[in-house]
């Protein structure tokens, strides 16, 4: 399967805990990006990646939120001291210059 | 900023109706306009694509037209079937912008009975 994959696809943690969620894209894509999406609502951007460097980050990434790519490979995403609203899906996208993005299957969070 | 809007569900049909579901966008540039479908408990496929004005996308028996002149990109088929009982989402963005994002509407949920 050479699709975008994501780890754990479910993550269930409590009010402070730290969460930290992979993302490993398709080989040859060059961009790498983390989407958090609620119920009901549509995708939203939270930042991007072009090969290791983090060029761009949403407002919604508040300080608790951070991320790397290290190698220009697989991404993390870490959530430290997490609260309920933090609970969503986490989606994880990849492309090559000049084509469309590819998504993973997303990492649900619950946080009780 | 981007922004879509989509048209409100839960969209109910029975198999063999015919589907609209519209899409209209405000953006700055000239984006490129996708449709996803997101089954339950997984991730967005890319169902159509359409990267300028008046091209048309097209992907199993769904079709939408970019259209500039106002601003939209409906989605349409012919018969739908029970197994396209999903939520489907507009974007915009995603390849001609220098960063690549894509901004999503907040989606349309449709139902298809038998």
């Known amino acids: 399967d050479t699709g975008v994959s994501q780890d754990p696809r479910h993550k269930i943690t409590k009010r402070g805990q730290n969460v930290t969620f992979r993302c490993d894209p398709i080989?040859?894509?060059?961009?790498l990006y983390w989407y958090r999406q609620t119920l009901g609502q549509g995708p939203e951007f939270l930042t991007y990646?072009?090969?290791?460097?983090?060029?761009?980050k949403s407002r919604l990434l508040s300080d608790r939120f951070s991320a790397e790519r290290p190698k220009g490979s697989f991404s993390t995403l870490e959530i430290q001291r997490t609260e309920q609203g933090d609970s969503a899906m986490y989606l994880c996208?990849?492309?090559?210059?000049?084509?469309?993005?590819?998504f993973g299957p997303g990492t649900r969070l619950t946080v009780t | 900023g981007d922004s879509v809007t989509q048209m409100e569900g839960p969209v109910t049909l029975s198999e063999e109706a015919f589907l609209t579901i519209n899409c209209t966008y405000t953006?700055?540039?000239?984006?490129?306009l996708f449709w996803y479908v997101q089954y339950p408990g997984e991730g967005l496929q890319l169902l159509l694509k359409?990267?300028?004005?008046?091209d048309k996308g097209s992907n199993k028996g769904f079709e939408a037209t970019y259209r500039k002149e106002t601003t939209s990109f409906h989605l349409e088929k012919g018969s739908v079937q029970v197994s396209d009982s999903a939520v489907y989402f507009c974007?915009?963005?995603?390849?001609?912008?220098?960063?690549?994002?894509?901004?999503f509407g907040d989606g349309t949920t449709l139902t298809v009975k038998p």
């Open positions: 953006a700055t540039g000239y984006p490129s």
């Open positions: 990646f072009q090969n290791e460097a983090q060029l761009e």
């Open positions: 080989s040859e894509h060059n961009r």
């Open positions: 996208a990849s492309r090559s210059e000049g084509y469309e993005q590819y």
């Open positions: 359409a990267t300028k004005a008046d």
């Open positions: 974007a915009l963005g995603g390849i001609n912008t220098n960063a690549g994002k894509s901004t």
